[in-house]
């Protein structure tokens, strides 16, 4: 089974609001990756976990926050985000966090910021 | 035929012929490799790995070449179907401190029936 789950498949949002993505594997897998896709570019990574906790930030907005409550849940949380940050997010996951790990997809959450 | 520019670099090619999609990865140090298939809103799929200790790789279907000495990377994929249409990503990674992928731009296969 190589399963990522994303919830909410989809989000709308205002500027003010506050929100969260949330992503699951029940692979066992000890590093977890959240990735920004733009519409007909290729995903940009934003942070890794790794072993629950933060080994990456790829210089993203304080107006994300990731969170890694234990080995199997990502949660990614949003607030006063701008229209620009409207994209699809992934959420992935690999064996461990030490090169040639295949990293594994979710299906994403695409959201809409108004 | 290919188009770059604005757009993804578009190939299409007809239902049951051989399709081949390239890459030009950019760190000569990366020493694994991995192409993903993204069909309209869904996630990256993986399709198939290759470590830099080998220049060839065979799934089911497809083919993943790597030539190290011009840093180039291609995914041959036989008797294209119409359910392979979709963007495909090389993605290349490195062996360090971290799992690191940088993506291609990636293409979009168009196979027409």
């Known amino acids: 089974d190589t399963e990522v789950t994303q919830t909410p498949k989809h989000l709308v949002m205002g500027m003010t609001n506050k929100k969260s993505l949330k992503c699951e594997q029940h692979?066992?897998?000890?590093?977890m990756y959240w990735y920004k896709q733009k519409a007909k570019k290729p995903p940009e990574l934003m942070f890794v976990y790794s072993y629950e906790k933060l080994s990456i930030n790829e210089s993203v907005p304080s107006r994300f926050s990731p969170e890694c409550p234990n080995s199997s849940l990502l949660n990614l949380h949003l607030h006063a985000l701008q229209p620009e940050d409207s994209a699809l997010y992934l959420c992935a996951s690999s064996q461990g966090d030490r090169g040639q790990g295949t990293q594994y997809f979710g299906p994403g959450t695409r959201l809409l910021v108004l | 035929g290919e188009s770059v520019g604005l757009h993804l670099p578009t190939l299409s090619v007809q239902e049951g012929d051989n399709s081949i999609i390239n890459c030009a990865y950019s760190?000569?140090?990366?020493?694994?490799f991995i192409w993903y298939k993204q069909e309209s809103g869904k996630g990256p799929q993986f399709i198939i790995d290759i470590r830099s200790n080998m220049d060839k790789r065979q799934g089911q279907r497809v083919t993943v070449l790597l030539n190290k000495t011009v840093k180039h990377l291609s995914l041959q994929i036989a008797a294209t179907q119409p359910g392979d249409s979709a963007v495909y990503f090389c993605a290349e990674g490195y062996g360090g401190a971290t799992n690191k992928l940088i993506f291609g731009t990636g293409t979009l296969l168009a196979v027409q029936p």
């Open positions: 692979m066992g897998h000890r590093a």
């Open positions: 760190n000569s140090a990366s020493d694994y």
